[in-house]
């Protein structure tokens, strides 16, 4: 592998503790009284280089910093594995695969400020056609349906793509009218698989999501629950920050937790009365995609897949939304429940078919509006960064799957007495009634049916309209 400018190897260590004293000495000379913090920074030390098949480590990068920070490939839908996939401090990382025949950029930024780093171009090779095969053996055991489709073939739709879908052509958002659409890509945690994360459309104009689509299937529970930590908010590469709700930190916005300008303002939870602030809460789940610094898990933090939802001192929202996902995806609270689909190991309605699932915000009218890059611990609470944000008066969660649930059959090729769907229906500021969980999903669950008609538009635009016009909440598991 390469080293660092030209030179013949990695750049040995005393070298790069040089560098990392002159850049920190320069950083306070900039500062003018040699007091002020020393900013964030990450420097890649190796050059570009061509992908090894046979070397993993003479596909290592080396870098030097003084924060957190995270690895990221452009394009972003790019089948790139980094092994980490974030880190602190000096260190380095390894690409530990990447696809044929391709060359990608390696991007490597701060947490603290995701729209800053470095970056080099790693190709490689395309796969030799007179290479040997592997040798013949006995045929595998084909097991349940392997799930998500990798490619759509002949212009096949994914059964979770609503019908104002606009497909987009590149690493970048389509943006059609006030809205943006993209598909975000990643890899399964063990096995490796290409996947999509989820696709979603985002309301350019109220800064805030319109819906998250998203397959569910064993495989995605290869990293089990687990999260980055910390968090890692950031702005979602796809789409230009402008468009996007400021609620993550940029650089010198604070340090903790709570520190730094990356949440909504609460002057319209005030002027309602209501305590409390706005959370941030995911669309597709982070659990749904867990795995610690890994980029299936790190992309569910950027705004595009982020719902403003009321805290607990404002409302019952979380509880209720937590039944709901509770329901799908099965949760580590699972005794506060009755449902017999969330048993604490396996949820029933993840099932090997694929469970479809669409999460998303109503906007009945524009009139709720607060503001983003804010701080409700902070005098004032928003900033010179602040924008305004339609805030959501519904949110919604809309479920697919097969009966069976292990037919082995692709949505469109099922009958509609294969299929069932359900749909859930949730005020920004519900109240408990202080019954079971199965009793308030009862008080919310809607036909899809009735979610197309609010919106405009259909949801699983393949399936029989009589699906979508009726369910049975047993065959959910409540």
């Known amino acids: 592998m390469k080293g660092w400018s030209g030179s013949a190897g990695i750049l040995p260590l005393g070298l790069r503790g040089l560098l990392a004293g002159l850049l920190a000495l320069c950083a306070a000379a900039c500062g003018g009284d040699g007091k002020e913090e020393e900013p964030p920074y990450v420097r890649i030390v190796s050059e570009g280089f061509v992908f090894d098949e046979n070397d993993p480590e003479a596909n290592r990068v080396e870098l ?52 800053w780093g470095e970056s080099i171009v ?18 595998p055991d084909p097991g349940p349906a392997p799930g998500p489709e990798p490619d759509p073939v002949g212009g096949y739709r994914f059964p979770e793509l609503p019908s104002n879908w606009a497909e987009p052509t590149g690493s970048k958002a389509t943006i059609k009218g006030d809205y943006a659409f993209f598909t975000h890509w990643s890899q399964s945690v063990k096995s490796k698989k290409r996947v999509r994360n989820y696709s979603y459309c985002y309301d350019t104009r109220r800064h805030n999501p319109v819906w998250v689509a998203y397959p569910l299937h064993p495989v995605y529970r290869e990293g089990g629950t687990g999260r980055t930590d910390p968090d890692p908010w950031a702005p979602d590469p796809a789409l230009d920050e402008k468009y996007q709700s400021k609620i993550y930190k940029g650089a010198n916005e604070g340090g903790g937790s709570y520190e730094g300008f990356q ?19 995911h669309l597709c789940m982070s659990s749904e995609r867990g795995g610690k ?27 209720v939304w937590s039944y709901v996902e509770s329901l799908f995806s099965g949760t580590n609270n699972y005794k506060n429940t009755d449902f017999t689909a969330d048993d604490g190991s396996q949820n029933i309605n993840i099932v090997s078919d694929t469970l479809f699932l669409v999460a998303g915000c109503y906007y009945a009218h524009d009139n709720w509006i607060d503001y983003d890059a804010s701080n409700y611990n902070k005098t004032p609470p928003t900033s010179d960064l602040s924008k305004k944000c339609i805030m959501p008066t519904h949110q919604f969660k809309i479920a697919l799957r097969t009966k069976k649930g292990n037919t082995g059959k692709k949505i469109s090729e099922c009958s509609a007495d294969e299929l069932q769907a359900i749909a859930f229906w949730i005020e920004a500021f519900p109240t408990l009634s202080g019954t079971s969980a199965t009793a308030e999903l009862k008080k919310i669950v809607k036909p899809v049916s009735f979610v197309e008609q609010q919106l405009g538009f259909e949801f699983f635009p393949d399936v029989p309209a009589s699906v979508k016009e009726s369910f049975n909440a047993a065959d959910w598991g409540f």
Request: avoid cysteine.
């Open 122 to 139: 790693v190709t490689r090779a395309p796969k030799d056609p007179d290479a040997p095969g592997p040798a013949p053996g006995p045929a």
């Open 64 to 115: 030097i910093s003084n924060t957190q920070w995270r690895v990221t490939a452009t394009p972003a839908d790019a089948a790139v594995v980094f092994e980490p996939a974030s880190g602190a401090g000096d260190g380095s990382f390894r690409i530990a695969d990447m696809p044929q025949g391709k060359a990608i950029r390696v991007n490597v930024q701060p947490l603290s400020n995701a729209s």
């Open 293 to 319: 610094d890994a980029p299936i898990n790190i992309q569910t933090f950027y705004p595009t897949n982020i719902a403003p939802q009321s805290s607990n001192k404002a409302s019952d929202f979380a509880t």
């Open 263 to 281: 949440f909504w303002g609460t002057a319209l939870l005030e002027s309602m009365g209501k305590k409390g602030y706005w959370s941030k809460g």
